[in-house]
């Protein structure tokens, strides 16, 4: 499934501008851009914001999220 940075902003109940700042942070890294520069999403990157969400919801701050994923990933690699 491909998504545009509108479907999955409305998915998740967020602004597309915190998709936005998630990319500027690193945590969030846009699949491909279309030729009109159109952010595109596919379904792992549904599940990332899912989870980034889900961290921020729990009231964990940007810079602990971009932890967790690290460590997610380092985990993941070993």
């Known amino acids: ?4 940075i509108t479907e999955i ?3 998740l109940g967020v ?3 915190t998709l936005r700042n ?3 942070l690193g945590l969030l ?8 520069r159109t952010r595109i999403y596919d379904d792992n990157d ?3 914001c899912k989870k980034i ?3 921020s919801d729990q009231g964990i701050n940007l810079r602990g999220i971009k932890a967790l994923l690290a460590m997610e990933k380092t985990e993941k690699l070993n």
Not at 1 to 4: K, P, V
Request: aromatic content about 8%; charged content about 25%.
């Open 1 to 4: 499934m491909i998504l545009t």
């Open 9 to 11: 902003a409305d998915k």
């Open 22 to 24: 998630w990319e500027r």
């Open 53 to 55: 969400a889900s961290f």
């Open 29 to 36: 890294k846009v699949s491909r851009i279309g030729g009109n």
């Open 46 to 48: 549904l599940q990332l």
């Open 15 to 17: 602004h597309e501008q």
